[in-house]
């Protein structure tokens, strides 16, 4: 038995929910360009629960069921006015999930519906959790989430406690529509681990939670808006990313385990943070933005994946830098939980064995003599 470092190339599960094939990202068979082009983030999550896109009349039930349980427990912002100060936010959402369902009655109801009912609570959930802990850690109130708006609105006008404008509410649905899954990305594989020992759907998106939190996942898109900060101005990107690339450190936001010729996302995300920039007047990020991605793309070989536009355009949205890797939840949530529901549908333990390289017939030593 060998082991491979990563389990790279290795196929761990059967899924229907998304394919990355010869570099084409698809959803149910969409492809993302499709999706990204024409449908709204709650079309993309019905199409992941229930494997084809709604009608006018389950869109309408899927809106309803979001406007009920966007609403979150009293005892769980109670405990977000608790946290210490400097929590950190991707701590702060594991947290507050995990304590979601200590308030949920059907949390252990393993049945069908109940999974299907805690995927869309989930779902509806996630973003007033995260705007909560945004105003709160500022001394705000939250804001109560309005009912019959999209989740992009919703999440904005929590966070702001404003009316978003237009251009920024469909800005955001597209970037959730992009992050919505990914096959078996780190953070999905996480959550079918755990639920794979029958645990609950809570259990399995706490888990997940924790996954993408890691700046090689989820993190990466706030690891690149501290990299744009660092760097300062479009002047210092050459001699900052050429001393980057000659001591071998990472530049945030480029390479991907999968895609080798690019990611297919990034081109949307680009296209937006140059719309964004050009409306606020400040192209700024955007030029250094595409100057990094001259210059790795250049002398490494490597492409921007999801993460590397997306820190400009959420810096672009009025968004801090820390709540990046929460609103990659609140779209990838639909996606983690889709696939949860997969694996309950058909589920088989997942344990793999490892490689031992430790020493072995070591004797046991007593205490006194070591
Ligand atoms: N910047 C500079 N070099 C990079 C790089 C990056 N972002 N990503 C990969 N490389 C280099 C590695 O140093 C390595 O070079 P070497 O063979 O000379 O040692 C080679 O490319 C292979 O990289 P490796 O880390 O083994 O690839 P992986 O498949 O294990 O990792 C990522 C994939 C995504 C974790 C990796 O590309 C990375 O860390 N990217 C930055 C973080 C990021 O943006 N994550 C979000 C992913 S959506």
Same mark, same amino acid.
């Given at each position: 038995m060998t082991a491979t470092k990563g389990l790279?190339?290795?196929?761990?599960a059967a899924s229907s929910i998304s394919s990355i094939i010869d570099g084409v990202l698809t959803y149910r068979g969409i492809n993302i360009d499709d999706l990204a082009e024409n449908a709204s983030f709650e079309e993309v999550a019905y199409l992941l629960w229930y494997g084809k896109l709604p009608n006018r009349a389950e869109l309408n039930q899927l809106q309803q069921q979001l406007d009920e349980y966007a609403v979150i427990p009293q005892q769980v912002i109670d405990q977000i006015k608790l946290?210490?100060?400097? #929590?950190n936010s991707m701590a702060a959402l594991r947290s507050a999930v995990s304590s979601l369902a200590l308030y949920d009655?059907?949390?252990?109801?393993?049945s069908a519906e109940a999974n299907q009912r805690k995927a869309i609570k989930l779902q509806a959930k996630l973003p007033t959790v995260v705007a909560a802990f945004a105003r709160i850690r500022e001394g705000k109130e939250p804001v109560a989430p309005k009912k019959g708006v999209s989740i992009a609105y919703n999440f904005l006008y929590m966070l702001t406690g404003e009316e978003p404008a237009e251009v920024a509410v469909k800005a955001l649905d597209q970037a959730l529509v992009l992050h919505a899954d990914h096959e078996l990305n780190a953070s999905t594989f996480a959550a079918r681990v755990t639920v794979a #020992?029958?645990?609950d759907i809570y259990s399995g998106v706490t888990s997940a939670i924790g996954a993408l939190k890691g700046p090689l996942h989820g993190g990466a898109n706030e690891a690149v808006m501290v990299m744009l900060e660092e760097i300062g101005s479009f002047d210092n990107v050459e001699s900052y990313i050429n001393n980057a690339l000659a001591n071998k450190v990472k530049i945030m936001g480029f390479g991907h385990r999968v895609y080798k010729n690019g990611d297919p996302r990034a081109k949307h995300l680009q296209h937006m943070s140059k719309e964004l920039g050009k409306l606020k007047g400040n192209m700024d990020l955007f030029n250094m933005s595409v100057k990094i991605e001259e210059l790795v793309t250049g002398q490494k070989g490597l492409k921007p994946n999801v993460d590397f536009y997306s820190a400009s355009v959420y810096t672009n949205l009025?968004?801090?830098?820390?709540?990046f890797t929460p609103i990659f939840a609140i779209s990838r949530v639909s996606g983690w939980t889709a696939h949860i529901l997969e694996q309950y549908q058909d589920n088989r333990l997942i344990r793999p064995r490892a490689d031992y390289v430790g020493p072995s017939n070591v004797k046991y030593v007593p205490i006194e003599d070591r």
């Open positions: 790279e190339g290795i196929v761990a946290y210490p100060n400097g #929590t009655e059907e949390a252990n109801d393993m #020992t029958l645990s009025g968004i801090q830098r820390d709540l």
